[in-house]
């Protein structure tokens, strides 16, 4: 009973794990661009869920869509104001997405406050399958990563945007001189990685809590969980995510949760060491 309670619990937290990687996948593993404000847009979809939903009363799921449609936004800002002028300049990106990070951080903190704000959960109430108790909220959030991740797939392989996304991925000369317009390509995909981040601080924000703060604890996750599952896979991500999700739970059962994620982590270094491009790793030809 203890061994498949923390089996659902990790599948919760694999879900969880998904959501937040998904906008690195995007943003990190087809447009080679490291995002260090990664967590500051989880953070920012966040605060919009708590406006919408509990200051200005919307339902759940208008602050959701509303979460993404703002940092979204955001996204396509920065992009053309900063990301644009720096590609294929990996330390300055890096710079600039941090001192990004920092700016926005502490702005959000001097306007909104450093107080931790919390959202009701919107679906209250638990599910009893075999004396193992389930909360209607983590059934949500597990079919929420799934229909985010089909959609996400169905984007960028069924579309036409999808198909020019990936060629200006693989040759951006060869696809400017077929005429499409890469600037507004890169525009499109950045912002809807981040807009996917935004989404995440939304789902995450019932349960975890709002503050300036929150990103932190969530872009090492992400960056780890790309690089294992491979930078461009968004299978890879998704094995990734339940490995780190379900190793994390069960040695959490028996141990306490900071002694859990040290040794999950040195598991991803000694994984890394021996995997270096993740466990899918794109083809060249």
Known sequence: ?????????????????????????VIMGHMNVVNMAHGECIMLGAYV??????????????ALIMSFVVTALFGLLIERLVIRKLYGK?????????ALS?????????ICGSELKYIAIPFEGHLDIGGVTIPYYNIFIILFAAVILLVTWIIFYKTPFGTKMRAVTSNRPMTECLGINA???????????????????????PIRGVSPFMGAS????????VCVGGLQSMIG???????????????GGFWNEVDAKILV??????LIRFRPDGLFRKEKR
Request: proline share 1%; glycine share 8%.
């Open 90 to 98: 990996t330390a300055e990106t890096l710079l600039a997405t941090y």
């Open 49 to 62: 869920c708590y406006y919408i939903n509990t200051v200005a009363g919307a339902p759940f799921f208008v």
């Open 183 to 205: 600037h507004a390509v890169d525009s499109l995909t950045f912002a809807f990685g981040v807009g996917l981040a935004g989404l995440a601080g939304a789902v995450l924000a």
């Open 218 to 225: 969530y872009i090492t996750d992400s960056f780890i969980n």
């Open 102 to 110: 920092l700016i926005v951080k502490q702005l959000v903190n001097l």
């Open 1 to 25: 009973m203890f061994i498949a309670a923390q089996l659902i619990n990790g599948i919760s937290a694999s879900a969880l794990l998904l959501i937040y990687s998904l906008g690195v996948v």
């Open 237 to 251: 991500t998704t094995l990734s995510s339940l490995l780190i999700g379900e190793s994390t739970s069960i040695l």
């Open 265 to 270: 982590f040195l598991i991803v270094v000694v």
